[in-house]
């Protein structure tokens, strides 16, 4: 993976600067990242198993899609490349949840926005490098998990999946729509 440009935002998510990844995780600089929930016709959202190879939060549960946004690129705009590069789709309409601070982890501070949409896995080509395997389960189910660590999540998975739920999380929330 090469070192992507990431903008570097202040507190009221206003570009300011830009920076490495790399840069930005070393020195705790905040920026800015994008999440999915795709749901089926039956409401149980896409989760995916990241690849023992990744650096961060290997062979556990994640949503649909995590992204950093890119220097330059919109949220949305995000969403959309996030999309195609991890599940291989480009179709799907999707609508923000909430527009949200958090801290990810140590020198991981970001400006995140959750999306979401509804999906069906026949369309599904996940990229192997990033993601070890996909599937659907329903927001009780997710909730057991939750709970029980029987199946361990990412942190901001977590997060968001508290949030979703209306529990208390470690979100900031700065807008719902």
């Known amino acids: ?13 206003e570009v300011i600067a830009t920076a490495t990844r790399s840069s930005v995780h070393e020195r705790g600089l905040l920026h800015r990242g994008v999440h999915v929930f795709l749901f089926d016709d039956a409401g ?7 690849s023992a190879a990744r650096a961060q939060y290997p062979s556990v549960w994640d949503c ?3 992204e950093h946004v890119k220097a330059g690129e919109s949220y ?25 601070k958090m801290e990810y982890g140590p020198n991981d501070r970001e400006i995140s926005m959750l999306f979401e949409g509804v999906f069906n896995m026949d ?12 599937e659907y389960h329903s927001l009780a189910e997710l909730r057991s998990f939750l709970k029980s660590g029987e199946r361990p999540l990412s942190y901001w998975f977590e997060q968001l999946l ?16």
Request: charged share 30%; hydrophobic share 45%.
């Open 1 to 13: 993976m090469t070192d992507e440009l990431l903008d570097i935002v202040n507190e009221k998510d």
């Open 44 to 50: 149980r959202m896409l989760v995916q198993k990241r």
């Open 64 to 66: 649909s899609v995590s």
């Open 162 to 177: 508290l949030w979703a739920l209306k529990e208390p999380s470690a979100l900031q929330v700065l807008h719902t729509y």
């Open 123 to 134: 369309k599904v080509e996940f990229d192997p490098v990033e993601i070890e395997q996909v």
């Open 76 to 100: 949305h705009q995000a969403v959309r490349r996030g999309l195609l590069e991890e599940l291989g789709v480009g179709d799907v309409a999707v609508q923000p949840l909430v527009h949200f």
